[in-house]
């Protein structure tokens, strides 16, 4: 079985890593010094946003099922 490190708390790990992309797609809009990449960059960064939400409650119910934050013991 291939791991790199186990954390224990590798579930809210995996959480806030994924939450920086938001960032990437509102500053790459921004960027672009166009107004209509920068209404795209706002509207993929609201629709991340938006699907991180359930993504976040789901991840965090399997944990608590399994009693365990760690990825390795999920």
Do not use: M
């Amino acid at each position: 079985r291939l791991v790199l490190a186990d954390l224990s708390i590798g579930v809210f790990l995996w959480i806030s890593i994924s939450s920086i992309t938001p960032i990437g797609l509102l500053i790459s809009g921004y960027v672009s010094n166009n107004k209509y990449s920068f209404l795209g960059g706002l509207r993929a960064a609201a629709q991340s946003i938006s699907y991180e939400i359930p993504l976040t409650l789901c991840v965090l119910s399997i944990s608590l099922l399994s009693n365990s934050s760690s990825t390795v013991d999920i």
